[in-house]
C-alpha cells in the first residue's frame, strides 16, 4: 500500500478523514476550507465524497433526519451542507468530478432530496475560470457558482435569492 500526502477533512462531529490531494480532491479540500466558512458559517457538513468509491465523510443519521439515505453514491452530490439557521441543505458539484449542476442533474438532485424536510441550494464548484468557462453553457438557471481561486465571489445564475432556495 502506499502512503501519499493526504488532505485532512475535520468536520464539527469531531470524525475526521483524508483523501487524496490533487484533481477532485484538491478542490474538495478549498470547497471545506474556503467556501463553507465564507458562505455557510455555522454550517454542518453532513456528506462529504471522495475520488474512491466510499465517501470521505458519511453522518447517515444526519440525512435520516432529512428522509435521505446515502448506502451508496449513486445519485448524490459531491457534498453536502446543512444551514441550520436558514433550513437550507447546500448540495455541490464540483466540475472536476461529473461536471456542474446542469438541468438534468439539478433534476436528478431534486429527485434524490424529493423527500427532504429542507431547502435545496444548488453549487457548482470549479477550480478557476477557465476551466469553469468550459461549463458556462451547462449550468443551470437558479443556481450558484463559486470558483476556488476567487473565494470571496459567488456567481449567480439568475436566481431571485442569492445563495438560496428557489
Request: proline residues 6%.
Amino acid at each position: 500500500m502506499c502512503y501519499m500526502e493526504r488532505i485532512l477533512l475535520a468536520v464539527d462531529s469531531g470524525t475526521a478523514n483524508r483523501c487524496f490531494p490533487g484533481g477532485h480532491n484538491g478542490l474538495m479540500g478549498k470547497i471545506i476550507n474556503e467556501f463553507l466558512p465564507r458562505f455557510t458559517p455555522g454550517g454542518v457538513p453532513v456528506y462529504i465524497a471522495d475520488n474512491r468509491k466510499q465517501p470521505a465523510f458519511l453522518d447517515q443519521d444526519y440525512l435520516r433526519i432529512f428522509g435521505i439515505t446515502a448506502k451508496d453514491r449513486g445519485g448524490m452530490p459531491n457534498l453536502v451542507v446543512h444551514l441550520a439557521s436558514k433550513d437550507w441543505l447546500i448540495l455541490i458539484e464540483a466540475v472536476t468530478s461529473h461536471g456542474p449542476v446542469n438541468t438534468r442533474r439539478r433534476r436528478e438532485l431534486t429527485s434524490v432530496f424529493a423527500r427532504s424536510r429542507g431547502n435545496l441550494v444548488f453549487v457548482t464548484a470549479a477550480p478557476n475560470r477557465k476551466v469553469l468557462s468550459k461549463y458556462l453553457g451547462e449550468i443551470a438557471w437558479g443556481t450558484s457558482v463559486w470558483v476556488a481561486d476567487a473565494p470571496d465571489h459567488m456567481i449567480h445564475f439568475n436566481n431571485d435569492r442569492l445563495l438560496g432556495p428557489r
